[in-house]
């Protein structure tokens, strides 16, 4: 089973500023990366595919990059809607298809 | 509007049985892999299982694997998981997703572009 792992449990990130997240694979995934947004009492909802491409709907200034076994997910000037909890989770070859253990982004 | 509908969560002894349904709607679901994730209070999300668009391919993490069994009827657009021998450690939302995936397709490595809201299984005596 292929281990994902979310260096920050936490990050704090003023409004306005940029957010980094990272995420690593225990083994390479190539680009069968992706990133979801999660809020209580929400659905989670798809942002990056493919380690770098934004799902429909999604702004543009949330951004993906990585491949292999490294990835981040970059959020430019954060807004109110953008402090939640978020996965990232491998998708390569047969399953199980894991998640990382989340990175909450909160207000600083 | 393309929706998945979760139904069938409760409250259910340890050891006991239960039976959870996707209903889905908006899109062309007899084409379609489906996958179920779920989430216990304070942890992080865990795939559970996936089924191939024909219903015949599925996989199961581990935690779960001899204990549930995946279906999906294309005729009632509805995917089922049926769960048994539940313990407190399957206390979760479970939460159904459909494969972003070309129609039909044969893979299943694909990110979950659309999910339902989810239902809730809470396992205790």
Redesign the interface.
Known sequence: EIVMTQSAATLSVSPGERATLSCRASQSVSTNLAWYQKKPGQAPRLLIYGASTRATGIPARFSGSGSGTEFTLTIDSLQSEDFAVYYCQQYSNRPPYTFGQGTRLEIK | QVQLVESGGGVVQPGRSLRLSCAASGFTFSNCVI?W?R?APGR????VA?VSYDGINK????SVKGRFTVSKDNSKNTVDLQMSSLSAEDTAVY?C?RA?APPFSQN??????V????TTVTVSS
Do not use: I, K, P, R
């Not at chain 2, 996989?59 to 581990?62: E, I, P, S, T, V």
């Not at chain 2, 299943?108 to 572009?113: E, K, P």
């Not at chain 2, 999910?115 to 989810?118: E, K, Y």
């Open positions: 996958h994730v989430q992080g999300l865990e795939w996936v996989y199961y993490a581990d939460y997703a972003n299943f490595y694909y990110s979950m572009d999910w339902g809201q989810g």
